[in-house]
């Protein structure tokens, strides 16, 4: 068990310490269950935000959908990470999630799978986001926290949930990673 322990720790201070570009390596899984990961998305300006459906910042979905429907001709995509971390706020499966989604905040943008945003089982996307070599390093404190990542695949920007999607700061943060060439 310790031997186990140890190689999973190994493997996250390995992720935490991986290079901004390499975040489109980290493999993830789409909200369908299709391996996928941010390569996907490469060239574009992100923002990368853990969601919920039962969150009292659930209501963000809206201004999330704005913001990429805003942007999304521009290289821009809102991309929703389900999470359960924060008081079991995400209970539902995939296609509960994708539904409620759809039908009650017309979402568009691109939605992974659930993952874990923090504690032992942390999804290496995340350690990497959050570990100690991160531009903005930290534990992710609640749902709906949100990293900008720029074309170049480093992260430029984080807010934490009280900061709104369509806010003047999220929004010339965007701007001015759209500016960028690649």
Known sequence: MNKILSSLGGLLAAAATLSAASLQDIPLKD??????????????????????SRCGFTPQYTGLEAVHQ??????????????NDFGAQE?????????????????TFPLMGKLHVKGS????????????????????????????VGRDGKVLKR?????????DEITAAIEEALKAKK
């Open 31 to 52: 909200i369908d269950g299709k391996d996928t990961s941010l390569k996907a998305y490469s060239g574009k300006v992100l923002l990368l935000v853990n969601v919920a």
């Open 70 to 83: 805003k942007y999304s001709k521009q290289g821009f995509s809102v991309i929703g990470f389900p999470c």
């Open 91 to 107: 209970p539902g499966t995939a296609t509960e999630i994708k539904e409620f989604c759809s039908s009650k905040f017309n979402v």
């Open 121 to 148: 089982e942390q999804h290496p996307l995340y350690a990497s986001l959050t570990g100690k070599e991160a531009a903005f390093p930290g534990d992710v404190k609640w749902n709906f926290g949100k990293f900008l």
């Open 159 to 167: 807010w934490d949930s009280k900061v709104e999607p369509g806010s």
